[in-house]
T-cell receptor, first 112, second 112 residues
Framework: EAQVTQNPRYLITVTGKKLTVTCSQN?????MSWYRQDPGLGLRQIYY???????DKGDVPEGYKVSRKEKRNFPLILESPSPNQTSLYFC???????????FGEGSRLTVL | GQNIDQPTEMTATEGAIVQINCTYQ??????LFWYQQHAGEAPTFLSY????GLEEKGRFSSFLSRSKGYSYLLLKELQMKDSASYLC?????????????FGKGTKLSVIP
């Protein structure tokens, strides 16, 4: 089954404790992206990747890192999480960046 | 950058027709997506318009006017399960990449 898988789905953590949200897709997509969704603000792009070893900032990259060492994986790293990073995070992928985006189920992160 | 405007909320009756409007301003335009998002779930693809005109897909249709920076999503024969947020997402072709920017979404409530 074609899918985008994120882990963990839910996480409560404390300020400053490094965490990684993993994202994996099995569709051989070149393009992958991370979004955060907050009430009243909609979906905002954090980082995206056009292909392996090619990443770029989205609209709200501060406090986040990403890497794209393999085509299927695009982890989101929070080196020192803060409460303003409490949000619902979505990973998404598409074949080339111009087509339909397929979303993961989302990861709800709470930073205390 | 992009400026996307869509109504925050709408209410419609089961069996009726509803039109959700979206206006946008982009530096470069490649096409426009509509996504559906049920509360707490991932967005799912509904439609994609590149050329001016109406695209029909079952009970859902989407219209685009590139010159006016305007699109709408038309939902016919509304069902209770259509209660969801509908996200307008113009695709920007500027800066050599294709980036989707999402509107804040229109929350549609379908009532009996």
């Amino acid at each position: 089954e074609a899918q985008v898988t994120q882990n963990p789905r839910y996480l409560i953590t404390v300020t400053g404790k490094k965490l990684t949200v993993t994202c994996s897709q099995n569709m051989n997509h070149e393009y992958m992206s991370w979004y955060r969704q907050d009430p009243g603000l909609g979906l905002r792009q954090i980082y995206y990747s056009m292909n392996v070893e090619v990443t770029d900032k989205g609209d709200v990259p501060e406090g986040y890192k990403v890497s794209r060492k393999e085509k299927r994986n695009f982890p989101l790293i929070l080196e020192s999480p803060s409460p303003n990073q409490t949000s619902l995070y979505f990973c998404a992928s598409s074949y080339s960046g111009t087509g339909e985006l397929f979303f993961g189920e989302g990861s709800r992160l709470t930073v205390l | 950058g992009q400026n996307i405007d869509q109504p925050t909320e709408m209410t419609a009756t089961e069996g009726a027709i509803v039109q959700i409007n979206c206006t946008y301003q982009t530096s470069g335009f490649n096409g426009l997506f509509w996504y559906q998002q049920h509360a707490g779930e991932a967005p799912t693809f509904l439609s994609y318009n590149v050329l001016d005109g109406l695209e029909e897909k079952g009970r859902f249709s989407s219209f685009l006017s590139r010159s006016k920076g305007y699109s709408y999503l038309l939902l016919k024969e509304l069902q209770m399960k259509d209660s969801a947020s509908y996200l307008c997402a113009p695709q920007d072709s500027g800066a050599g990449s294709y980036q989707l920017t999402f509107g804040k979404g229109t929350k549609l409530s379908v009532i009996p």
